[in-house]
């Protein structure tokens, strides 16, 4: 059966939210900015009569108002926002009951198997499209094709309200043409390097060796190669609705920081909250997340593959060599955040005692209270997920302050999100 997979994404989603209960923003420049005095002076979505006179989304409200005098600036209402975004999400699944969320504004809506209902996957596209319209008042660009990856790169080309197909014969003329930095999943970061050695554009990339890739991107490079290669063997995934999809956290530093060293011991906590947090529904994630949240409002999001694990240790060296990779040199950082995801086999519930830790030494009394455990001693990845199970159920019993890692004792300098 021909795969046929839609990418529904919302145009200007936040302001789209807001012009459809407050009519007086049809039309004019609008967008929604944060507040000055709470670091959030900045534009987070402007309209496309913004966007015309040149406003961008991360500019501040100065640098947009001096674009624009007459701009119309609307405060953020992140419920309102959600709940929008529930109802989109409620609406593609009367067209298909297979909806996987990208975002709080798109998700891929699987349509194979539906040739009886509607004549050509372009006429469904218009039906969810005036749907969306006539029932959240929102506009929407849709992209279609045969794989999930393809679909989102037809949804970025004709925005508002654009409908693009985008099928596998399609590539070499409408894909390859394309700079190899618009294409999805590769951030500035990667399109630098790639440009430096001489990738420009997505056929650039279709063309080199995959081993060039696999030799400077890990397993991503593999992914980057089929992807300008029109290929993307991943299904449409349904989130269930009591199952834990992914296990994020994220910390707004109480001053920015200007490299991942300065944020070590913040992500080892993450990654052990995360890693317990796991633990305590069984789940081992294959996929490491990070996100770093730049001064200016930026985001950069970018994530790895790695065999299944519940473990912190794992979890914060994997973000930590994510955040050393990609954090752009010279800038300075108002958020990190780590996500476990893409959950598979259940961890086996063992009986767990401390003393189950023979290669593990207990150093006297560090203080009336703590005890020193020695891990640099536990060498395999069973020695340290036994080490952690058991701290859980310490932390468990005693509660949380009980234990608590060495290189976290002094540091007391976030507040989490
Ligand atoms: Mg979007």
Not at 93 to 108: H, K, Q, R, T
Not at 109 to 123: A, F
Not at 252 to 262: C, G, H, V
Request: hydrophobic residues 35%.
């Amino acid at each position: 059966m021909n795969r046929v997979i839609l990418l529904v994404d919302m145009n200007a989603f936040f302001i789209s939210c807001e012009t459809s209960r407050d009519q007086s923003l049809v039309g004019i420049p609008a967008a929604v900015a944060g507040d000055p005095g709470k670091r959030t002076g900045i534009i987070l979505a402007a309209n496309y009569e913004a966007r015309a006179r040149n406003l961008k989304t991360a500019m501040t409200v100065a640098q947009a108002i001096r674009l624009c005098p007459e701009l119309r600036l609307v405060k953020p209402d992140h419920d309102f926002y959600k709940q929008k975004s529930k109802q989109l999400m409620q609406l593609l699944n009367e067209f298909s009951p297979i909806v996987e969320p990208n975002s709080i504004d798109e998700a891929w809506i699987d349509l194979s198997g539906c040739e009886k209902i509607y004549s050509t996957p372009v006429q469904a596209a218009e039906l969810i499209m005036t749907d969306i319209n006539k029932r959240l008042g929102i506009p929407c660009s849709i992209g279609i094709s045969s794989n999930k990856f393809l679909a989102k790169m037809a949804a970025e080309m004709r925005k508002p309200q654009g409908i693009t197909e985008l099928w596998p014969e399609q590539i070499a003329s409408l894909l390859w043409p394309l700079p190899v930095n618009n294409m999805y999943g590769i951030g500035s970061k990667t399109a630098d390097k790639l440009t430096a050695i001489g990738i420009k554009t997505i056929g650039d990339l279709a063309a080199v060796k995959p081993k060039l890739l696999s030799d400077m991107f890990g397993r991503s490079g593999l992914q980057l190669y089929n992807h300008a290669n029109g290929i993307d063997p991943e299904t449409v995934t349904m989130p269930s609705e009591n199952e834990v999809k992914s296990i994020g956290k994220s910390v707004t530093l109480a001053k920015d920081a200007n490299s991942p060293d300065e944020v070590r011991t913040i992500l080892i906590k993450l990654a052990d909250e995360i890693a317990r947090s796991a633990r305590k529904h069984k789940k081992q994630g294959s996929v490491i997340r990070i996100t770093i949240k730049y001064s200016d409002f930026s985001i950069t999001t970018r994530q790895c593959k790695i065999n299944p694990t519940a473990s912190g240790n794992d979890i914060f060296q994997h973000a930590y060599q994510l955040m050393t990779c990609h954090w752009k040199t010279n800038s300075s950082v108002r958020l990190v955040g780590i996500t476990l995801a893409n959950f598979s086999e259940e961890i086996k519930n063992r009986q767990l005692t401390l003393f189950d830790f023979d290669k593990c030494q207990l150093h006297g009394m560090h203080s009336d209270k703590h005890k020193l455990i020695q891990t640099n001693s536990l060498h395999g990845a069973d020695d340290r997920r036994r080490l952690e199970e058991t701290i859980d159920a310490i932390k468990q019993k005693h509660g949380k302050s009980i234990i608590t890692r060495g290189s976290l004792l002094e540091n007391k300098e976030c507040s989490k999100n």
